[in-house]
């Protein structure tokens, strides 16, 4: 669901987005008690819009936004109107007291799981409050015994034949125990550990599951396709499979059903991270055809647990491999010179035939749309439009990002079809964001470019990688890191 409502400054039509507000809420799995709070929460955010963020005698613009998605709920009210200190607000949002803000503080302390401000400098401001609607924990559904985490060397299961299909709605529940078991609770993606979330995604298919069951009928691996960009390629990851049972071929197989799957979704490709702490999932990547298009620097948190170490000396990097399902058609792209060289051995390994285009300088206003993984303390900026205050916009939001959501990595995606892309790209790499490599296909028009922004600059000898397909890749990165930081 994704419905949005956008209205004037103007009581009149308080009642439009209450009724709006009220029976979109009740398509969702919240008891009444809960809507009637949310509904509460939304006339207010919506009142405070209305009466305080433009200024006396001027009319502007709100909109009331309800995204569900993957079982998470997010109910956003908007302006862009004046500028507000949004710290100041965010304090006085989370203070008790008797003002309007607080009241929406003390209304969502009982229902909703976070509320915060959001600044869009001379854009205006958003309040924005979250709901995870699937929110039983497998360690609150499982018995001891089902998540105990597995030892490092346990006794191998029988050699005996495996199953390889999609999963059933009622096995979530084990593959949720089989990723808490390997990883406790330190999987950067936490639907996993949620049972009813997988059962929906995969109902909803915006992920793919797939399992490998052993003859006892339990579930022994797990492989998915997520669908979580805009364009038409998948993710394959949330992989694992039983300590017992490894050595066996079952990723591989597993991920052979997923290919056959994936073919039958009119996608062009599909793409995985795959981690740096060990050289496995390069492997199967490389084995399966996959091509090194991006190196996703400090991607996920030290405390995400592996088998083969446990205690991370810095944040995982991971190498995204991308594999094609149709013939790659031929693309113009923008670059900045620099790093043109780098982006068509990319694009020459991917054997898609391209053209660099000619830059113009950017006209008007941009926009971007910012996603934070608090868990994962990460943040991607999308751009969806670049404008002569694009850099500005990334730079300030990079700003808050660090400093308020004490994020470590922040993102930054660029539409390599847009030819403003090059003159951007040099203005974040004076604010220390450094070029990463390609994501092809990952927007609906085409393919991106993705760089990043460090708070603390990463290691070469604790990232682990196949040499011959990784190396020249990770060592430009790492270079444009260091040229990128030098003058901060």
């Known amino acids: 669901m994704h419905l949005e409502l956008t209205f004037g400054n103007d009581r009149l039509h308080l009642p439009s987005v209450a009724a709006f507000a009220n029976t979109s809420l009740q398509q969702l799995p919240l008891d009444e008690k809960a809507i009637v709070v949310f509904n509460e929460i939304v006339e207010t955010a919506a009142e405070n819009a209305i009466d305080q963020a ?3 005698g001027t009319s502007g613009l709100v909109t009331l936004s309800i995204l569900e998605l993957h079982g998470k709920l997010e109910i956003v009210v908007r ?4 500028p507000r200190d949004v710290e100041a607000l965010e304090e006085e949002l989370q203070s008790a007291g008797q003002n309007a803000r607080s009241r929406i503080a003390a209304l969502a302390a009982d229902v909703a799981d976070e509320v915060h401000w959001i600044a869009y400098g001379r854009d205006g401001k958003a309040l924005r409050i979250v709901k995870w609607l699937h929110d039983d924990h497998v360690t609150e559904t499982s018995s001891p015994e089902k998540i105990e985490k597995f030892t490092d060397e346990p006794p191998a299961a029988p050699e005996q034949s495996y199953t390889f299909r999609r999963m059933w709605d009622d096995e979530a529940e084990q593959v ?3 990723m808490y078991r390997t990883y406790g609770n330190t999987y950067f993606n936490e639907d996993v550990y949620y049972p009813a979330r997988i059962a ?3 109902a909803r298919g915006l992920v793919i599951s797939f399992v490998a069951v052993d003859e006892s009928g339990q579930i022994a691996g797990h492989y998915a396709l997520e669908r979580n960009q805009k364009g038409p390629v998948a993710e394959g990851g949330q992989a694992v499979v039983d300590p ?4 066996r071929g079952l990723l591989d197989q597993m991920k052979s059903v997923a290919l056959d799957e994936a073919a039958k979704l009119n996608l ?8 740096t702490v060990h050289t496995f999932t390069q492997k199967s990547n490389a084995a399966h055809g996959g091509q090194l298009t991006c190196v996703d620097l400090a991607i996920s948190p030290k405390k995400e647990h592996f088998d083969s170490a446990s205690d991370q000396p810095q944040r ?11 013939a790659p058609a031929a693309r113009e792209i923008f670059v900045p010179t620099r790093h043109q060289s780098i982006v068509s051995s990319i694009y020459k390994c991917l054997n898609c035939p391209l053209e660099f285009g000619q830059p113009v300088e950017p006209e008007g206003l941009g926009s971007l749309a910012i996603k934070v993984d608090s868990g994962a303390a990460r943040a991607n900026i999308s751009v969806e439009a670049i404008g002569l205050d694009t850099a500005e916009l990334i730079q300030r939001a990079r700003r808050e990002l660090v400093e308020r959501d004490h994020v470590e990595v922040v993102y930054v995606e660029l539409p390599l079809g847009n030819a403003s892309t090059p003159q951007l790209v040099e203005e974040l790499e004076q604010d220390g964001f450094g070029f990463l490599g ?3 296909n990952f927007a609906e028009d085409g393919d991106l470019l993705r760089m990043a922004y460090l708070v603390e600059a990463v290691d070469r000898a604790a990232i682990h990688i196949l040499e011959d397909v990784a190396g020249e890749l990770v060592d430009y990165v790492l270079n444009e890191q260091k040229r990128v930081r030098a003058d901060l």
């Not at 302006?79 to 004046?82: A, E, L, R, V, Y």
């Not at 017992?244 to 050595?247: C, L």
């Not at 062009?268 to 981690?275: E, L, P, T």
Request: include cysteine.
């Open 54 to 56: 433009y200024p006396a």
């Open 79 to 82: 302006d862009f109107g004046m």
């Open 176 to 178: 949720s125990q089989l």
């Open 200 to 202: 929906a995604e995969n």
């Open 244 to 247: 017992a049972h490894r050595g």
């Open 268 to 275: 062009v490709g599909w793409y995985a991270d795959a981690v």
């Open 316 to 326: 995982v990097t991971c190498l995204l491999f991308f594999h094609w399902l149709t």
């Open 438 to 440: 390609i994501a092809p």
